[in-house]
């Protein structure tokens, strides 16, 4: 039983910024990478930031110099600052996980979306 809760979407305006917050909790062992997927109207699911267990991230090109990704595996938590926001950022966002659970087994779990609406 593992779930992954997002919080922090919204709307903004063109130029402002939103901070994403993910947290996983229950029967977890160990969460290898995680990250921020997300979903604009008429468009496929695509990563956004992902970020490695010991803290190597990577960024879609469209995103890179304007959002950054963190996560403190203390707390099993992983966060999306994103700064210099676009209309073209406007879309579900999701968190990801690749969890290992108590007897070690390994799956991706999926947060269970947060808008963001970039608009004036």
């Known amino acids: 039983q593992v779930q992954l809760v997002e919080s922090g979407g919204g709307l903004v305006e063109p130029g402002g910024s939103l901070r994403l917050s993910c947290s996983a909790s229950?029967?977890?062992?160990?969460?290898?990478?995680m990250g921020w997927y997300r979903q604009a109207p008429g468009k496929l699911r695509e990563s956004v930031a992902t970020i490695t267990s010991d803290n190597r991230s990577n960024y879609a090109d469209s995103v890179k110099g304007r959002f950054t990704i963190s996560r403190d595996n203390t707390k099993n938590t992983v966060d999306l600052q994103m700064n210099s926001l676009k209309p073209e950022d406007t879309g579900v966002y999701f968190c990801?996980?690749?969890?290992?659970?108590?007897?070690?087994?390994?799956?991706?779990?999926w947060g269970q979306g947060t808008q963001v609406t970039v608009s004036s």
């Open positions: 990801n996980a690749d969890i290992l659970n108590l007897v070690r087994f390994r799956r991706d779990y």
């Open positions: 229950g029967s977890i062992f160990s969460i290898n990478g």
